[in-house]
């Protein structure tokens, strides 16, 4: 009885451990990313952003480590439109900001997060303009 318990535990803590590992895939496209890092309070930026404004950082923790994770991979995909050589200097300095961002929420540094969430906030205004199609 006592193996089978055991052996139950760890397939389900194999199972958990691959749904984990699975969320913080990089996505394959910009739309797949957007929805995973920016869209609605699900998204690593809702969930990094109420628990900055709530002072939760153990709270901010998971979902920064996985949005730090793919961050420096949206360059790698495609935009819609534009220029090859702003949108990597565009993502690129976003993956900079998700990085201090991620820096503020390990220092537990409230000030400094909600200064990062507002640069990134920004820079997504002038990233749409220049490749989001319609």
Same mark, same amino acid.
């Given at each position: ?10 397939? $389900? ?31 690593? $930026? ?54 201090? $961002? ?14 990062? $969430? ?17």
């Amino acid at each position: 009885m006592y193996r089978f318990m055991l052996t139950g535990l760890l397939a $389900l803590a194999i199972m958990i451990t691959g749904v984990v590992q699975a969320g913080d895939e990089k996505p394959k496209t910009t739309k797949a990313y957007m929805k995973k890092a920016h869209a609605g309070a699900k998204s690593y $930026l809702g969930m990094v952003k109420k628990a900055v404004e709530a002072d939760n950082f153990k709270a901010a923790a998971k979902p920064m480590k996985g949005w730090a994770s793919i961050a420096p991979h949206l360059a790698e995909l495609k935009p819609s439109k534009g220029s090859e050589e702003s949108w990597k200097e565009m993502t690129t300095k976003y993956a900079d900001s998700v990085k201090a $961002l991620s820096k503020a929420v390990e220092d537990q540094d409230g000030d400094a997060a909600k200064k990062e $969430l507002k640069t990134i906030g920004g820079e997504c205004r002038s990233c749409h303009t220049a490749h989001k199609g319609k």
